[in-house]
């Protein structure tokens, strides 16, 4: 099976101006980069801030040499290699959080720099952060009118912009109305007239903002009071703010929008230069106040077109953002590789070594890495270590020789993990017999029946069976305090047997990687190495010789199954009988069958000139020998 994986490089504009910095980034509602700056997936990120001594980013000055263009005064992140596999090999979409400066937002920040000078009163209260796109300034200052109400003034000097919800301290009174000349003007005898618009459309009922509770993801909230018959209008800003304050505007909102169905046309006969658009004024004979929305200065006098106010304020009541589930923003952390040859398990070619990688890290945000062999220089690929994490870690104490005969059950080994959210679990003794909690232990393959959490990342394990998978002589040896400890289960990545075969290290590259990790494999030949045969026996002969027996054991033979012979993956079976140091025996003998026997002549003399010497038997198999069982010593 052939696998593609793909990446891609490129930029994204991300404001006209320079910015602070940049926080967390969303892909697809998933967090890409968290809050400390890592990216959740392969690849790299650099953010250029638009100052105006911005320089051009490496990749695109790679591509376009010295024409390659710096984007002064555009702030953009540059991704380069990013990895896709998470999005369906597409680039996705993204959400940025930008860093402004700290401090309120203001109506001059959104409208410089412009072509016109600005004098701006009117406050944004609440405003935590807009988003401001391409396109006319008006579109922003008529979508920021619906809730922060406001007044244009283009007159002489700066654009001034202030507020119309609020009443000043002295609000003025207009002269009674002026009559006019001509019957088809508005209220030609009374100089007024007054409308009420039942169906100008539907009233705003609710807001929709940005909510930096859910993670700035979209949030609704509705105005205080009943619910109105027929359509509501919703209004769509993009803002962020607090659910108690989107609230309390959708409030206010909605009850200006009420009253101001109340309309007024008023004739002046003199113009004042302190009554223009957005001023609050007073009616001889009416109650409330009123806001001049525009007026037009006509031959028969300066006609006003008046809206009425709210009596009183809306009320204020908290809003709730509603429960939001983010994705944690884990943080993600070096990886950690151990690579080691196990005992063959009986699947598969008797011939073929069997390799694994445990990967791990300290950070529960790590999500795996590549891994490869050190092979003739370079790194051979061989494929994903997987994105789970392997329990790996090291002894506390010592563990004392044993033979591994039966279970332990007072015996016990303190283990610390390398993350305290890693956890180990207990079993029982069909577990062990079906192979549960198998761990390697340095070279020792170990099971247990019990794990017990001490806190910070260390477990008690108790109940040991030691020597599994043929490595009784590695518990027969012990072990000191700080030997490696890897659990054996699912997460363990396979390697390729014939590229790892001729290496002598292994690699893992994973997103919060700077450079590669190596390993060294442990446990060489451990996978071919036959078993060491058991119980031996002697039997005395009458010519004082000696017939010494013992039982061949199998490679991937663990069920010892009864009424029949256990599988021969050594193709021939076969045996070296030695005396003296295995290393090199004064005397050794070769044997197809479980079995040797020496005359009493060869027995005598072999006590005479080699006295105290050990008499041992080693398996023969078609790759290595196995480790002695000693026979009998003279």
């Known amino acids: 099976m052939t696998a593609y994986s793909y990446s891609v490089s490129f ?59 710096a984007f002064r005064g555009t702030a953009y992140a540059l991704f380069e290699s990013l990895e896709l596999g998470e999005f369906g090999n597409r680039i996705p979409a993204l959400s940025f959080e930008i860093l402004a400066d700290p401090g309120p937002v203001t109506l001059a920040q959104l409208l410089a720099p412009g072509p016109v000078a600005v004098a701006a009163t009117r406050e944004l209260a609440g405003l935590q952060g807009f988003t401001l796109d391409a396109g006319p300034v008006r579109h922003a200052l008529a979508a920021l009118g619906q809730v922060y109400p406001m007044a244009l003034d283009a007159g002489a000097g700066p654009l001034a912009i202030t507020a119309t919800d609020q009443l000043p301290a002295q609000v003025p009174t207009l002269p ?18 007054r409308s009420r618009v039942a169906a100008a459309g539907p009233l705003p009922a609710a807001l929709r903002y940005y909510d930096p509770e859910r993670d700035y993801q979209p949030g609704l909230q509705r105005a205080e009071g009943r619910s109105r018959p027929g359509q509501v209008q919703v209004i769509e800003l993009p803002a962020v703010f607090s659910a108690d304050h989107a609230r309390s505007l959708a ?41 001049v929305e525009s007026w037009e200065w006509r031959d028969q ?12 304020a809306a009320t204020v009541l908290p809003g709730d953002a509603g429960q939001a589930l983010p994705k944690p923003d884990l943080l993600t952390g070096p990886t950690l590789l151990r690579a080691f040859e196990l005992p063959w398990d009986g699947i598969g070619s008797s011939d073929a070594a069997v390799f694994a990688a445990a990967t791990s890290s300290a950070s529960a945000g790590w999500k795996g890495a590549v891994l490869y062999a050190e092979l003739d220089g370079g790194l051979a690929p061989l494929g994903p270590s997987g994105a789970q994490r392997c329990a790996i870690g090291q002894s506390t104490g010592a563990l004392a020789p044993s033979t591994g005969l039966l279970l332990d059950r007072s015996a016990s080994l303190h ?90 290290a292994t690699a893992a590259i994973g997103p919060g990687d700077s450079a590669p990790v190596t390993a060294p494999i442990a446990n060489r030949g451990i996978s071919l190495k036959p078993l060491t045969p058991v119980h031996p026996r002697g039997t005395e002969l009458a010519n004082g010789g000696i017939a010494l027996r013992w039982t061949r054991r199998a490679r991937g033979g663990w069920n010892w199954p009864d009424e029949v012979e256990l599988p021969e993956p050594e193709g021939a079976e076969g045996y070296r009988v030695g005396l003296g140091p295995v290393a090199g025996p004064v005397r050794q003998w070769e044997t197809p069958e479980p079995c040797f026997a020496l005359s009493g002549p060869e027995r005598l003399a072999l006590q005479a000139s080699h006295p105290g010497e050990t008499l041992w038997v080693r398996q023969v198999g078609r790759h290595a020998l196995s480790d002695p069982l000693r026979l009998a010593q003279f």
């Open 415 to 504: 283990v610390q993990l390398v993350a305290g959210d890693l956890a180990l679990a207990s079993t029982s003794l069909a577990g062990l017999a079906a192979g549960d909690n198998r761990a390697l232990l340095g070279g020792e393959v170990i099971q247990f029946l019990q794990a017990e959490a001490l806190g910070g990342g260390v477990w008690r394990l108790a109940g040991l069976l030691r020597g599994r998978g043929g490595t009784e002589a590695q518990a027969v040896a012990g072990h000191p305090a700080g030997t490696e400890f890897a659990l054996l289960d699912h997460r363990l990545a396979p390697l390729d047997t014939i590229i790892v075969g001729r290496s002598a």
């Open 251 to 291: 409030s206010a909102a909605s009850l200006r929008a009420g009253w101001a169905r109340q309309t007024l046309a008023w004739r002046m006969a003199e113009l004042d230069s302190a009554i223009g658009p957005g001023a609050v004024v007073r009616l001889p004979g009416e109650g409330g106040c009123w806001r």
């Open 11 to 69: 930029a994204v504009a991300l404001a006209s101006r320079p910015i602070l910095g940049l926080g967390r980034i969303w892909a697809d509602g998933n967090l890409l980069r968290g809050a400390a700056g890592d990216l959740k997936v392969g690849g790299s990120l650099r953010i250029h801030d638009g100052h105006g001594d911005q320089a051009p980013d490496p990749l695109i000055a790679a591509d376009k040499g010295e024409e390659a263009p």
């Open 176 to 193: 009674e109305p002026a009559a006019a000349r001509e019957e088809e003007a508005f209220g030609h005898a009374s100089g007024r007239r």
């Open 301 to 312: 006098g300066v006609e006003l077109e008046l809206v009425r106010l709210p009596q009183g």
